[in-house]
């Protein structure tokens, strides 16, 4: 069980879109499209904004689009933001019960 | 409102015990799979363990298998985590969170393995 492999971080200009990368392996990320994605900002709880790939819960702006390619998943913010300024993860069911988190992408809006 | 408010953190010596608590409210618990995730101070998300909603489906994390065990009492709305031989990299703030269950394009009504609601979490330190 080791961590998806995320950007540390990643930086745009409002009005921007930016990519976040999320890499597993073919145990993870790969097997299943499973993966789902998290905002948490300073001192609060996450909060689910992609769930089973590119799905988006009701109440998430349709600025937030996800993807799966490979052991690759993605996760893009478009029309970039100052509220966006967050830290991101992923999370992929990885089989028998078990989750694994990415290691998390800073996200600054310039 | 749905709610999921923890408790039970603390301050303990390692390899001592600690028991955390998951109250919820606001929904059907016994409907839902719910899961433990914890951060250590500035670092990242690591999902500890998940239940399913009648328990006959549990996971750990490599990192604490065999020292914890999660456990719910349907009946009182509740979640736990015993936490036994506590180390120092232990330390962390616990979450707890609810399944994320959605209806499919079939009309189903189903597990889609995420994490939708989240509670405030409680702080377990472990040092001597």
């Known amino acids: 069980q080791s961590a998806l492999t995320q950007p540390a971080s990643v930086s745009g200009s409002p009005g921007q879109s930016i990519t976040i990368s999320c890499t597993g392996t073919s145990s993870d990320v790969g097997s299943y499209n499973l993966v789902s994605w998290y905002q948490q900002h300073p001192g609060k709880a996450p909060k689910l904004m992609i769930y089973e790939v590119s799905k988006r819960p009701s109440g998430v702006s349709n600025r937030f689009s996800g993807s799966k390619s490979g052991n690759t998943a993605s996760l893009t913010i478009s029309g970039l933001q100052a509220e966006d300024e967050a830290d991101y993860y992923c999370c992929s069911y990885a089989g028998s019960s078990l989750y694994v988190f990415g290691t998390g992408t800073k996200v600054t809006v310039l | 409102e749905v709610q999921l408010v923890e408790s039970g953190g603390g301050l303990v010596q390692p390899g001592r015990s600690l028991r955390l608590s998951c109250a919820a409210s606001g929904f059907t618990f016994d409907d839902y799979a719910m899961h433990w995730v914890r951060q250590a101070p500035g670092k990242g998300l690591e999902w500890v363990s998940g239940?399913?909603?009648?328990?006959?489906?549990?996971g750990y994390a490599d990192s604490v298998k065999g020292r914890f065990t999660i456990s719910r009492d349907n009946a009182k709305n509740s979640l736990y985590l015993q936490m036994n031989s506590l180390r120092a990299e232990d330390t962390a703030l616990y979450y707890c969170a609810k399944g994320a269950y959605y209806y499919d394009s079939s009309g189903y009504y189903r597990d889609v393995y995420g994490m939708d609601v989240w509670g405030q979490g409680t702080t377990v330190t472990v040092s001597s």
């Open positions: 239940i399913s909603w009648n328990s006959g489906s549990i």
